[in-house]
């Protein structure tokens, strides 16, 4: 047993036996052994040595010497550092003379907040009763954070308040990432007297740190500074862990420590943008306050989206290519600058008559694979269709007048999951944006009259057949067409009565979920006469006179 000791601790605090503190002393050091030891500095970074060069000890610290500092004091000691949060704030005090600037009194400054106040305006004749809010800027006390501040920032820790700053004002605006509509108090700060702050951002880059690795450009000193500027300026939110700050809060305060006035780092929100960090919120104060609302909010997305030169972030890239790739559909490329010269016509072309359209009349029992697009007009024209149920036919018993024709709309012989589809609604729906899509590029003069020739005449037909459809009525069926389990319903665009269905187009039990009058029949039959069919019908009397435009070559009407 150990033998007690006459050592006694200050203050007439209790006696402590020597022996037993050692004892308790080596107990923690088997239990927490993995651990560094407060008292001795780690291997790669050693303790402040007043006659060891700034570089120097920069240069004998590893690359990720700020990851190994962050990681230290989010998950090891905080309050009470180890010898590796320690030996790193030491080199970055004694490397940071080069990242003195001033401040100079009398600088402009900017700081935004988003939302404002409002204040209640009466009219010019000062009628009480006539009164509304206006919007306003907040005010200049509002502008700056209280003494007893409670939110947390990069810089600062909960309940010791620090003013950000901005060098402009487009900065200070984009570092609330405002959204459009929202309303941003701005003000501009006056600076009162020369502050002597650290730039963190001098050399800054938007690469990692550790791509810093084998540039013989940059120095060890670089790296640690950037990854330092990077957590500073990384934008922060709501939603994210304040653990993160702890880093960038305990460099701030060394810096207060230190009689530095704040600090200065790179926004990666903008452009050239700086923000300001001043420890002391009466260095600065308001000048004025303005509102500002946001109308649209733009990002440089080009490089991602586009690709280009990367070697100003690395010379060890070259050329990247973007995210953005050139938009591709049915094998046609759309965009970029490869696009095919004639793609919007090919694919109005797909998109109506197929990619292989047939010149015979296709089998009605061989459907087209669920994995192709389908054409607009594809099927020999038919007046009805059999179905194990029924059979889908025009009302009043008629017979179209282009049957037998190819270019009957495919919705008129598809199907669903109830089975046969022949249905004159859907086939309306797309007959609808097909007329419009042409409608379009024969104003905007490019439609290709030679080109579109087998276009032209399939539409011509399907065309007729659909319209003769709507008017004489159509018993169609498709999948629960008038409800639950309900897979006929009659379409038509004027009153019908046949021998077996008859056909209301007002729909006035409300079964068809918007008949083709409620969708816009009218304007599109007028253009269907007036521009489609109209112009068709002229560019074939002008190619049968003789008319110059119409021998093949484009219109140019």
Known sequence: MAQPSDRRVALDRPAVDVGLRDLFRHALERRFGHLAAIDQPAPHLRQRDVHQPAAARCDRAPWETYQLFAESVKTNLRYVRNSVANAFLDTVLASCSERKVTLQQGSILWRARLGCDSKQVTSKDGDPHVCWDEDRPYSRSRMKPVSNWQNEGRANPRGIPYLYLANTRDTALAEVRPWIGSKISVAQFEIHRDLSVIDCSKHHSKQNTLALIGDKTRTREDGIWMAIDQAFATPVSSDDNGGDYIPTQIIAEMFKREGFAGIVYKSLLFEDG????????????????????????????????????????????????????????????????????????????????????????????????????????????????????????????????????????????????????????????????????????????????????????????????????????????????????????????????????????????????????EKGFVYDREIWDKLVQGSRQKAQGHRESGVPGFDGERDHR
């Open 274 to 517: 700086f923000n300001i960090a001043l420890f002391n919120l009466d260095d600065a104060s308001v000048v004025n306050c303005a509102l500002y609302k946001a109308a649209s909010i733009s990002f440089d997305l080009d490089l991602m989206e586009n690709g280009g030169d990367l070697t100003h972030a690395s010379s060890n890239l070259g050329h990247g290519a973007g995210v953005k790739l050139p938009f591709k559909y049915l094998g046609i490329e759309l965009t970029g600058d490869n696009a095919a010269p004639n793609a919007v016509m090919t694919l109005f072309t797909y998109e109506s008559i197929g990619q292989d359209p047939p010149t015979e009349p296709p089998d009605p029992d061989n459907l087209l694979s669920s994995s192709q697009p389908k054409p607009m007009y594809y099927w020999a024209v038919a007046s009805r269709k059999a179905a194990p149920d029924g059979v889908a036919q025009i009302i009043d018993a008629t017979q179209s007048p282009v049957e037998g024709e190819l270019g009957m709309g495919y919705e008129f012989n598809s199907d669903d999951s109830a089975g046969t589809r022949s249905d004159a609604l859907y086939t309306f729906e797309g007959w609808l944006n097909n007329v419009i899509t042409r409608t379009t590029l024969q104003a905007l003069g490019v439609w290709d009259h030679r080109q579109m020739h087998l276009v032209d005449l399939r539409m011509m037909v399907g065309g007729r057949d659909l319209l003769y459809k709507l008017e004489h009525g159509y018993h169609g069926r498709a999948l629960n067409a008038n409800g639950p389990n309900t897979h006929y319903r009659d379409i038509c665009v004027v009153d019908v009565v046949g021998p077996d269905f008859a056909c209301d187009p007002t729909d006035p039990e409300r079964k068809i979920e918007g008949t083709p009058l």
